[in-house]
């Protein structure tokens, strides 16, 4: 069911379309679904794929453009007039059609909407298009059922009908009343059950999820995820129905925030994948390389000011990697955990509690690891009874200390609005790198008295 | 619409329910939804989380039992009967009764089984158990409408009827012939605009995604994204319909997928969250801690076998924390795309062709952050000049080789058939710390001769 795709698929579409064989082009591209002639297409050259484009339906066409990588989708559009772009979007919904429309210039923008051809359709993009992207109303559609209260059932079953040519999927039908407030809901189950004499308001539901048009989307999917819906409605501030948000967009949101959050804990900022340019991809990863070698700088200084150590104890320069490392993970891994309860609202209770747990847990796991230490000292590395008890409590401090930083800094950057998720990844490792040599040879320095 | 969990309110709950106010705690849980009153409970003491489960109705209990964290349902469910737990599983999906019916013990569940009432529901939910949990017949639930091709549109609606009743959401409706075998589908909008009089083979639609039972559900989720679907049919071997894979369990594997990718990238193994235990949580974080201290055993034996360099080149030890950091930093930035890459079905192409991107990319990157450390060494840490240019040759090359080991494990071990998210962090920081020390002193062996 699935079109698997390969060098081989692809080289034989190639030749498909070098030789003009159009017609059989169209008879195998007829049983392949859009979202895998979207993925064809983002292999092909571009004027492959506008040949493709071109030949196909534009029902077919308005949903490949959905699935097409940004910079394909950019590519095909710039070699359509706004009056094929125009015939693209009547095809697809409302909130995809934003979501296409909002990637052209001002200009091009313009021209698109006044060459729209169903009146209520075009009024309903611009509607959406002065919402922000990562809020409800960047998200919602405003394809929906309603139905008066005060309708009959049969009144109802009559209007449906005439909504649900314009709605591909019907998630739910929404009852409102005159002013358009939202009142409650109806389950189509609902509606096939019961007779058709009955009143819309004896039989909705009065209990309806909905959100406000403002609120973010990641505050959006998490409703949506924790109540099990696959559809919200979306209200203004004084209730009125404004339109609504299906389970597939909030699952983009949710794929995306997970991706982002992934991608800054391994210190990759912006959106990037494996197939990107090398120049996106070096301005996605250079700037927290610059900022590990500026923590680097400062390690090479705090190091450096410990150099009096180096006639008698030049051994604990060679423990630097150890005790840097074990202070980049500890602090990642205190991070990741903070980061993911925030991101899953399961971090209650105070800081201080917070903190004071973490405090037992890294003294606990420091302890264990001072012993491992010791005993590698001893019988892997050879090193002297005194080192290795001078590493060891070093160690045990500078895990407790890498583990508070990874704790609190996010808490911290969260409290402040920021991404937390930011804390994870470089940032972390290398300010604890600089902390941990600190701290490791001011201990040091105490316990031998150098 | 949303409960806000707070202190406060946790507090006043526990006092309803010390000063047995039974009808006044009603009263306000009646407001608040199943999945907010799971949160509650699992803030509770578990006396007064079994009090509140014990005076709800068992079709709201059933639903709490869901939403519940895992350690807070084995309390509630050790407490009830096999009959009382059987006469929650009545109340439940089949799936979600699955799910909650293997956390038992193999005599309980047995016990559980022979209890419920439903024969049907039991038998289903017998079917579903012998199905491993990560496949598509471990997510799937037997609640589906199904109707057979060689009837009328009539006969459909009223069989429909009946079998909505034991289905909570309508998605799509199967239609299947005399063996069973799924043939198409029918969307629930086309039969409310077709006319009760045609046939179902005249107006079903015969394309129809589905999955394999076998098939693993981070496949099932990856297809149910791709291909927008809300509902997906799982069909045997022979093409006979078992039951359909709902959109929110597959978002819940989305969700657990990209959480166990982001612990393993932070050196967390087993899926653990910042209220876990302190024994849990160690469990979770010291394997990865200890690996990178033998890791660390041998940077120090590494870095002491250049020894000999210390005499006349010290400055050379202040280097390696900033030689480790930029080589773990580049690593995990490398793995971190292509684990991306690979859950996403994105890396397409030959290896040797993405290993050499991977080198024209960091051998890019690298040349800019040499410059900048050339200059940092100058202006910032004064050091001398062929001190700057070693390091700086030093660091291209380690930039080079960590990159290329970021992008070749994760590689290999999905290849193998290992998780490649186990590649990212520790595992990666710690090998590259290794080499990038080995080929830092090696470079500067060649270059100052020591």
Known sequence: MEFKISKESIQEIENLISEGREQELLDQLKEIHYADIAEIMNELSQESASYIFNILDSEVTSEILLELDEEVREKILSNLSAKEIAEELDELDTDDAVDIISELSADKKQEVISELEDLEHAKDIVDLLRYDEDTAGGLMGKELVSVNENWSVLTCVKEMRKQAEHVSRVHSIYVVDDENRLKGRLSLKDLLTTSTTSHISDVYIPKVDSVNVNTKDVEVARIMQKYDLEAIPVVDEMGRLLGRITIDDVLDVIKEEADKDYQLAAGISQDVEANDSILVLTRARIPWLILAMIGGFVAV????????????FRILFFFTPLIAAMAGNVGVQS????????????ITGSIWRRLLKEVTLSLFNGFLLAILLMLGSHFLLNVDYIIGITVSIALISVIVIASLIGTFVPI????????????TGPFITTSNDIFGILIYFSIAKVILGF
């Open 412 to 423: 911290l950057l969260n409290k402040y609005g920021i991404d937390p998720a930011l804390a």
């Open 301 to 312: 200084n705090v190091t450096r000011s410990f150099e009096g150590a180096m006639e008698k």
């Open 335 to 346: 991070s990741a955990i903070i980061v993911q309860g925030l991101a899953n609202n399961t």
